[in-house]
């Protein structure tokens, strides 16, 4: 008589372990997707962002960050220039002797280490 209770009791929570991984598999699927459209949001890379949480955008400070700015029309890229970036005359780690001695820096005071 316990037979068909026990075969009973383990097909129902064998279907409900399968009907939860079923669920947490369409949590993850979905996360992911949302995900995607989140990393679309071109706010930080954008010339009028202004990274306070007071005032984020100059131009539309209410849509600032959120899906709405997916497809802004003022977006203007960061024009970063690596050449702009990094004084004349320096390379990234060391600056050569010539330029730091016509800056007036003294060798002592102004060698880098390797």
């Known amino acids: 008589m316990n037979e068909p ?23 993850v699927q979905e996360g992911i997707i949302r995900l995607r459209r989140l990393h679309q949001i071109p706010c930080s890379r954008c010339a ?17 960050l959120s899906e709405e700015a997916i497809n802004c029309l003022d977006y203007e890229p960061i024009a970063l220039s690596p050449i702009a970036v990094l004084p004349p005359g320096c390379l990234r780690v060391k600056c050569s002797s010539k330029k730091r001695s016509q800056s007036g820096i003294s060798s002592s005071a102004g060698t880098l280490s390797s």
Not at 48 to 64: E, I
């Open 5 to 27: 209770l026990h075969f009973l009791c383990s097909a129902c929570l064998y279907i409900l372990l399968m009907m939860f991984l079923v669920a947490v598999c369409f949590a």
């Open 48 to 64: 009028f962002f202004t990274g306070d949480y007071r005032l984020k955008c100059t131009v539309h400070p209410c849509r600032a």
